[in-house]
């Protein structure tokens, strides 16, 4: 396995000149690493950590993503990447696994990056990566990846704002405090309004399980990935970037997650980071069917479903 810090050391140090913005040009080119055999050893660890079944004929459905992701890393850690590595935030994952890749198979991996895309937050980059056996595909992953900035939304909203501070007149607080009246009489009737869209929302999955995470899920989980991230290291490294203590992998969660639940040897996974899990910490799994969901309280961390892939429904 490639190692990866030198890549965050290269992203790191380029991420101050990057400007990024959906309609920036990004490589054109995919990178391509043939003849790829599986460290036994290696996936063991990694399916211990993730708390997969050890020893078993194909790979975890994860897996495939964890050995490109070193030649992402290149790719996302270049000067022509637009986006810059320090904060880019992993938003979402779906995977394709056509048939179930062998652990003792050999494999070509290849990976791209997709396109740009605007996002309500900055901008948002999809890498595609592929894993074949004989030149025909087997496994396909699309993963999200947010760099957050000021959009053209934001810089309008400001500007609004400004305009509409330094044109208020005294009617139009006489026409501010009016609608105020108004609103306290319609209270009632919005405080119903918001009940029944509240009711229409997706209920809460059933919990089955209750984890507790210690401190080294990331330092594990790294040992095994390759990914040595900082803010999955240590709560001082993890500080450095706004986090108050070490975060576990996006991967390591759904990776968990997919520990628990029957896959068929075709299938299509779907799953959105939603926000952080704090290292160390109490998280809840709930399923439902191929659903599942990862959550602190009222707090959601992570959405997925599993399902059966058919030909054109991914």
């Not at 050391?9 to 920036?24: E, H, M, N, T, W």
């Amino acid at each position: 396995m490639q190692p990866l810090l030198p890549l965050l050391a290269r992203g790191a140090v380029l991420s101050p000149f990057k400007r990024p913005r959906p309609d920036a040009a990004f490589p054109p080119h995919r990178l391509v690493l043939p003849g790829v055999r599986i460290d036994l050893a290696r996936l063991a660890a990694y399916e211990r950590a993730c708390g997969f079944p050890t020893g078993g004929d194909a790979m975890p459905l994860t897996y495939p993503h964890v050995l490109g992701f070193p030649l992402a890393m290149r790719i996302m850690a270049s000067r022509a990447f637009p986006l810059p590595l320090l904060g880019l935030v992993h938003t979402s994952v779906e995977v394709t696994r056509l048939r179930e890749p062998a652990a003792t198979g050999e494999y070509e991996l290849a990976v791209h990056v997709e396109g740009l895309a605007p996002h309500r937050r900055g901008t948002e980059a999809t890498v595609v990566t592929g894993a074949r056996v004989d030149g025909s595909l087997v496994w396909e992953s699309r993963s999200t990846y947010l760099a957050r900035h000021r959009t053209a939304a934001d810089t309008r909203t400001a500007a609004g704002s400004l305009t509409a501070a330094g044109s208020l007149t005294a009617a139009d607080a006489r026409t501010a405090a009016d609608a105020r009246t108004a609103a306290d009489a319609s209270t009632a009737a919005g405080a119903r309004t918001a009940a029944h869209v509240s009711s229409a929302e997706p209920k809460p999955l059933p919990v089955v399980a209750e984890w507790r995470l210690a401190g080294d899920v990331g330092r594990r989980y790294a040992a095994v990935s390759g990914d040595r991230n900082p803010i999955h290291l240590h709560p001082l490294t993890a500080r450095l970037f706004g986090f108050p203590r070490a975060i576990a992998h996006g991967m390591w969660t759904v990776a968990r997650c997919l520990a628990e639940q029957p896959a068929d040897a075709s299938v299509h996974l779907r799953a959105e980071f939603r926000s952080p899990v704090l290292l160390p910490g109490t998280v809840t799994y709930a399923a439902d069917g191929g659903r599942f969901e990862l959550r602190s309280g009222e707090r959601v961390h992570l959405t997925g479903e599993l399902r059966e892939h058919r030909a054109n429904s991914a």
